[in-house]
């Protein structure tokens, strides 16, 4: 069974506006993390948000918010007033206790900014 | 800033040739990894090293090697190239930590291997 599902190839967002990428996991261990990255045309990965398993409050950084819903185990990605620049792929990704430093990684989600 | 460097970003090979994509990071981090990149199955996890000299096989181990000398260096190995491994490879890096908190991995820009 996938660990991450990313259920959204692409999508597109008009510039300016707020755009959610979903994330669902699958894990039965009590323990985890879970992360977003960013990869634009240039293909370098670049860590965005990351919450934990037990962090009562949703992470946020900047324009970027972690919609994390652990009941129905999603970790759904916000970004608010999208620019151009966030044009890329986004990549949701889980680190679980017994995996040691390893992270898995869902299909990812390409992201369009109109102008 | 961590950096972490991939030889080169583009390579073009023929099917059965030796390939050498190498990796080397600059912050003493312990952990290495080689990840695939392939649309719509996002990355998949080739191979990783906790230390020098330590391999751990990851998800897609199948026709790919591994090499760590060094601390920072990780070498990914194909033994013989085929069109099937004609991929974005990844490598990656980070520290060794309690798993509270981040344990962010450092990505390198990548490596677009062709193989005819």
């Known amino acids: 069974a996938q660990k991450i599902t990313q259920t959204q190839p692409g999508m597109f967002v008009q510039e300016k506006e707020a755009v959610t990428l979903d994330c669902t996991y699958d894990?039965?261990?009590?323990?985890?993390?879970l992360f977003w990255y960013k990869q634009p045309s240039s293909g370098e990965m670049i860590f965005l948000i990351y919450?934990?398993?037990?962090?009562?409050q949703n992470a946020t950084e900047g324009r970027y918010s972690l919609n994390f819903q652990k009941a129905r185990k999603s970790a759904n990605l916000v970004i608010s007033a999208s620019q151009l620049g966030d044009s890329a792929m986004y990549f949701c990704?889980?680190?679980?206790?017994?995996?040691?430093?390893?992270?898995?990684f869902g299909g990812g989600t390409r992201l369009m900014v109109k102008p | 800033d961590v950096k972490v460097t991939q030889s080169s970003r583009y390579l073009v090979k023929r099917t059965g040739e030796k390939v050498f994509l190498e990796c080397v990071q600059d912050m003493d981090h312990e952990n290495m990894f080689w990840y695939r990149q392939d649309p719509g199955l996002g990355l998949r996890l080739i191979y990783f090293?906790?230390?020098?000299?330590?391999?751990e096989k990851g998800d897609i181990p199948e026709g790919y090697s591994v090499s760590r000398e060094k601390k920072e260096r990780f070498s990914l190995i194909l033994e013989s190239a085929s069109t099937n491994q004609t991929s974005m490879y990844l490598c990656a890096s980070n520290p060794t930590a309690r798993m509270s908190g981040a344990n962010v991995l450092t990505f390198g820009a990548g490596s677009r291997l062709t193989v005819l």
């Open positions: 990704a889980m680190r679980e206790n017994n995996a040691g430093n390893m992270l898995t």
């Open positions: 894990t039965s261990d009590p323990s985890y993390g």
């Open positions: 919450q934990g398993s037990y962090d009562q």
């Open positions: 090293s906790y230390d020098v000299k330590m391999k």
